[in-house]
């Protein structure tokens, strides 16, 4: 039975990675500070022998000592702990800054000192306003860096940058995975990003808001997909950065007209402010997952849509 340290466990992706953890018969040590993420995703686990819940910061440095005194042995590390919606890097800017630097740092010095695997959730933001579509990980990306998603952006950036170091100073055995646009139950209602926004909207019946023209694109990628390529890339022999993502773009405004169009809704669509640094366009080259992971998202966005708003109409209730 293998031993998985989930930082960030309980938050949108994390707990899903929990659950699949301990589907597969292994031991969880789930980590969250709770900013962002909820006990309410992890409570069906709180009673399995095979997981522990700590409620700690990881930018606090005892956390080293903490886990080392707990546990003899951990195999693997997964740092999915940070903020991660536009909405958030305004209210907790230096909390987004501080876990993708200090928070990576203690980690990859956790697995330093239990020769574990480690796997770092880096993000498709690292390409900023990306000059290239879609976007291949040998691209380096368009980011600025005192914009207002800078504290997201340049952290996940620092977090590669470190990791590398690791990797090349100390041979760590650690993974980067680039994650795109992620979605399904468990995301905040009110996180502000598109997919919580328009859907609750829609089963409100308010206004469904469209920043700048809509023309903005992205690609969503079902988050049980999106757990399986991390579990993949854990267990690959990949040392350098994995773009894990669904390359199924679409524009917000199409995003907005299919809301509405998979809901009965009295909700109009209206156009709002675009907010600043918005990327223009977004979507992964997956050719690099595909070729070594043998990864591809198999959840058609009818179907994980479908999944996501049975998610929300039960919170709604
Ligand atoms: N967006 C929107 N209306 C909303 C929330 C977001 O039009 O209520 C747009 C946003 O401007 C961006 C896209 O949807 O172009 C995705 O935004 P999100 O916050 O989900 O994530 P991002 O990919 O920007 O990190």
Not at 165 to 194: C, E, Q, S
Not at 221 to 250: H, K, Q
Request: proline share 5%; charged share 25%.
């Amino acid at each position: 039975m293998k031993r998985v340290l989930v930082a960030g466990g309980a938050g949108f992706i994390g707990s899903h990675l929990c659950d699949a953890i301990i589907n597969n018969g292994d031991q969880v040590v789930c980590l969250d500070n709770l900013i962002t993420g909820s006990k309410d995703n992890i409570v069906h686990l709180l009673d399995n022998p095979r997981f522990d819940y700590i409620e700690f910061d990881i930018t606090n440095v005892n956390i080293l000592k903490l886990i080392k005194d707990k546990y003899d042995k951990i195999d693997e590390i997964y740092d999915l702990a940070s903020p991660a919606s536009p909405v958030d890097y305004i209210l907790y800017p230096i909390e987004t800054l501080t876990v993708g630097s200090f928070g990576a740092k203690n980690l990859l010095d956790l697995a330093l000192h239990y020769g574990s695997r480690i796997l770092m959730a880096s993000t498709s933001e690292v390409y900023g306003d990306p000059l290239e579509h879609p976007q291949q990980e040998e691209y380096w990306g368009n980011v600025n860096p005192i914009g207002i998603r800078s504290c997201y952006d340049e952290s996940k950036r620092f977090m590669e940058a470190i990791t590398a170091a690791y990797i090349r100073k100390y041979g760590l055995n650690a993974k980067i995975a680039r994650i795109f646009n992620t979605y399904g139950p468990r995301m905040r209602l009110n996180d502000g990003r598109v997919v919580p926004n328009f859907i609750s909207q829609a089963l409100n019946n308010q206004d469904i808001t469209v920043y700048g023209d809509g023309s903005q694109t992205r690609s969503f990628c079902y988050v049980s997909d999106l757990v399986n390529g991390l579990i993949l890339l854990m267990a690959s022999g990949l040392n350098t950065p994995v773009n894990l993502g669904n390359p199924d773009e679409r524009s917000v405004m199409d995003f907005a007209k299919d809301v509405v169009g998979m809901l009965p809704t009295k909700s109009k669509i209206i156009t709002t402010a675009l907010p600043k640094d918005d990327p223009q366009r977004r979507k992964p080259d997956i050719t690099k997952a595909k070729k070594h992971l043998s990864w591809s998202p198999t959840i058609g966005f009818k179907e994980g849509m479908q999944l996501t708003i049975e998610y929300f109409k039960k919170r709604l209730r």
